[in-house]
């Protein structure tokens, strides 16, 4: 009796670190993907874990906290007008949230909508291992690099973009990265990069490093300070009067970005403030899709080029 209440108690544990640890999945319809690769792993299976055992939720704005699974949206660009470039989308969040909706969704319909195949990431966030949120980023590039040929996207051709937060994880995926391993290109939209300035979004690497954050550790992760020759060539997209992550943070990364020779372009827009990527009714939405698909052509022209000699 007592052994069959002991293993009775324990098949309910486990049953309520199941249910505590459920991720929240959005449809095909919801999202508009392709395709959902659902947990490509989880706490579990990565590499690291990062501790978190509530249950995922999600607010009315498709807000998504206490994340640990990591899943993968898959946007296929129609093979008639697919250029072959792919690109892994890491939506913002501050490192407390995943704002899937606008950053992710949206914007990779928009990608694939003029030919480029699009995999939004939802990644694990920190909840003090700083490590994590990186790691899945990578794995989405590892994924759209091996995966990706079956929708015609050359593996050499896959880049990252990233909003916000995600804008400071696309750039740590950027300089972080193994040289062999980094992407072919990035779009950083109102990122945050510099913890080391009165302007920077201390609440993003408070989230990221922690409150006990050294200087040290600020500089390091200070991306500005990471740039070498090697780092993908990278688009900026911002605004003057983000109050948030204000211009200074992309203006120190776009100056390390050409002091290393590294190709790049930044857009400055008069005014939007903060977090209107994927809002196609932002005064500036039109423009900013003519930067990102004029920006992406001269990637690709400049790839094909060295292809050629």
Not at 45 to 56: D, F, I
Not at 125 to 142: F, I, S, T, Y
């Given at each position: 009796m007592i052994r069959q209440l002991t293993t009775l108690i324990v098949a309910l544990l486990l049953a309520t670190t199941?249910?505590?640890?459920?991720?929240?999945?959005?449809?095909?319809?919801?999202?508009?993907?392709?395709?959902?690769?659902?947990?490509?792993?989880?706490?579990?299976?990565?590499?690291?874990?990062?501790?978190?055992?509530?249950?995922?939720?999600?607010?009315?704005?498709?807000?998504?906290?206490?994340?640990?699974?990591?899943?993968?949206?898959?946007?296929?660009?129609?093979?008639?007008?697919?250029?072959?470039?792919g690109v892994v989308i890491v939506p913002g969040g501050g490192y407390r949230k995943v704002c899937i909706k606008y950053d992710g969704f949206m914007v990779a319909k928009y990608l694939r909508s003029i030919g480029i195949t699009a995999v939004v990431v939802k990644y694990r966030?920190?909840?003090?291992?700083?490590?994590?949120?990186?790691?899945?980023?990578?794995?989405?590039?590892?994924f759209l690099r091996t995966e990706g040929s079956k929708w015609g996207v050359d593996p050499a051709q896959v880049g990252i973009l990233g909003c916000s937060a995600a804008g400071h994880l696309a750039a740590q995926a950027s300089t972080f990265t193994p040289d062999a391993e980094k992407p072919a290109f990035a779009i950083l939209i109102y990122p945050v990069i510099s913890g080391t300035t009165r302007s920077s979004h201390h609440g993003t690497f408070g989230n990221l490093l922690g409150r006990q954050r050294t200087n040290a550790e600020q500089e390091y992760y200070s991306l500005e300070n990471r740039v070498t020759t090697t780092t993908p060539p990278t688009l900026l997209l911002l605004t003057d009067d983000d109050l948030k992550v204000p211009p200074i943070s992309s203006i120190r990364y776009y100056k390390a970005l050409k002091a290393h020779g590294v190709p790049a372009a930044m857009h400055v827009f008069p005014s939007g403030g903060h977090g209107w990527a994927g809002h196609d009714e932002y005064r500036y939405a039109e423009p900013c899709k003519r930067a990102i698909k004029d920006w992406l052509k001269v990637r690709l022209e400049s790839h094909n080029a060295k292809n050629r000699e």
């Open positions: 199941a249910v505590a640890q459920q991720a929240h999945l959005f449809s095909l319809e919801e999202s508009g993907a392709d395709e959902i690769v659902a947990a490509y792993w989880d706490n579990s299976t990565a590499p690291h874990s990062n501790g978190v055992t509530e249950t995922e939720s999600i607010n009315e704005k498709w807000e998504l906290f206490n994340t640990s699974q990591t899943d993968l949206y898959i946007y296929k660009a129609d093979p008639a007008k697919a250029t072959g470039q966030l920190p909840n003090g291992h700083r490590e994590v949120p990186l790691e899945d980023a990578q794995a989405g590039m590892r």
